[in-house]
């Protein structure tokens, strides 16, 4: 693992700004494993908060409106959206709260699948999926707030201005998984957050533990993050529950807080805006399916490509995009405007440094020299399907291989064999 220098500082003690609500939302029907299908005819008016879609099957996840508005299917990049134009009524569904006291365990997993949650930290897994451990037993519960991607300051924003409900919903749901441990884990950077913290908790009686874990990235990833506070080397693409650990992003967190104790679905989020392109930064809250072109034009800027890449995400493991229209998902925790790297690609030196960050213990040089040879058994010598695609491997690269590329070709070389 390594330390990355960014502009945290810069973002990280700003308030949460509110953004004016934008003309159109962009919603992707792009679910988790599978499309999400409108539940309402394409130029029917929705209000805010009313379901507007969801998927059919075991992962059930449901996409609500965060504005009120007409709406209507369409497709960009030969992506599906439900687009609606803002009519600016505000016009909204009754959103009562559940009595939370009162809940048992499959009201509150209802509650969640209800509200459309999923995780906040970018894979989109469904969260009641992921709390529904039955009997099985926990013993560790983790919160994670490392935010160990450069830029990105929006959880530590939401911890430092974080109002009770958020550590009361962590309650409810210790109750629901009945770990032996609940562990909220930040960076050290971060450790003035702690005492902060510590008072809320204490004031509430709720046992959550804060561990204070390294600067190094990835720290926060799921799997580095059980081993630093669990003690738990957990191979990846297991299911973390079978291993008696539970790892929910801080994030994930808020949006369950705001089903419990307002009866809200998942519809907006905390984003931070940043990078050495932007020209205005923080952490703002942000409607589900802002569009990108509606947040540079609130900037002062506009879509210039050849002057900037963007990247929704960290700079790491985000992606860039292609358009304007992209918009904010549930896991986009950043939108960051960088200068563009124009970098010539040399040969493999054998340097070693791919594998000295690697948190996996691999070996990525491998990978490329494999994945340009169609060659599936090498990839999979070297174990391809433990790479996390942090990053750090390219991003230390002396020659600039393109490490990121020969890992994804390589990983789809072996789904299709």
Not at 54 to 74: C, D, R, Y
Not at 169 to 186: C, G, P
Not at 248 to 274: C, D, F, K, M, Q
Not at 331 to 344: I, M
Request: charged share 20%.
């Amino acid at each position: 693992m390594m330390a990355i220098p960014s502009l945290k500082k810069e973002t990280k003690t700003q308030e949460i700004k509110r953004l004016p609500d934008p003309p159109y939302v962009l919603l992707s029907l792009l679910g988790y494993q599978e499309p999400l299908k409108p539940v309402i005819a394409s130029g029917a008016h929705v209000q805010k908060y009313q379901l507007i879609a969801q998927s059919e099957t075991h992962w059930s996840i449901k996409l609500h409106a965060p504005i009120s508005g007409i709406a209507n299917v369409v497709e960009y990049n030969g992506q599906r959206y439900l687009k609606i134009t803002n009519d600016f009524k505000n016009d909204s569904i009754v959103c009562t709260p559940p009595k939370v006291a009162s809940l048992n365990n499959q009201d509150i997993l209802k509650v969640i699948r209800d509200a459309g949650i999923v995780g906040s930290g970018g894979a989109g897994f469904p969260t009641h999926i992921k709390y529904d451990v039955s009997d099985r037993p926990i013993t560790h519960f983790i919160i994670n707030g490392a935010e160990c991607e450069p830029y990105l300051s929006a959880d530590y924003a939401l911890m430092n201005q974080a109002e009770n409900h958020l550590w009361k919903t962590v309650q409810v749901i210790q109750k629901l998984l009945q770990a032996d441990q609940v562990v909220l884990a930040i960076e050290k950077q971060h450790r003035e957050l702690k005492k902060k913290m510590e008072h809320q908790i204490a004031q509430l009686n709720i046992n959550i533990k804060i561990q204070l874990l390294g600067n190094d990235y990835p720290q926060g990833s799921e799997l580095q993050l059980i081993k630093a506070v669990a003690g738990k080397i957990i191979p990846k693409g297991s299911i973390t529950a079978h291993h008696g650990v539970v790892v929910s992003n801080i994030g994930t967190i808020a949006a369950i807080a705001n089903a419990l104790y307002l009866g809200i679905p998942y519809t907006e989020r905390i984003v931070t805006i940043s990078g050495e392109k932007a020209r205005t930064k923080g952490n703002f809250l942000l409607k589900i399916g802002t569009p990108i072109s509606y947040l540079l034009k609130q900037m002062g800027q506009d879509w210039l490509p050849s002057d900037h890449q963007i990247i929704l995400g960290g700079p790491m493991m985000g992606s860039p995009i292609a358009h304007s229209e992209e918009s904010i998902s549930k896991g986009t925790g950043g939108v960051l405007l960088l200068k563009h790297l124009y970098q010539k690609t040399f040969n493999c030196i054998q340097c070693g440094y791919c594998a000295d960050v690697c948190p996996q213990k691999l070996m990525p040089m491998e990978f490329a020299r494999h994945a340009a040879n169609d060659n599936i058994d090498g990839l999979q010598h070297f174990n391809l399907k433990s790479c996390i695609e942090c990053g750090a491997c390219a991003y230390v690269c002396p020659s600039d291989v393109p490490l990121i590329s020969s890992i994804l070709t390589g990983k789809q070389l072996i789904k299709t064999k």
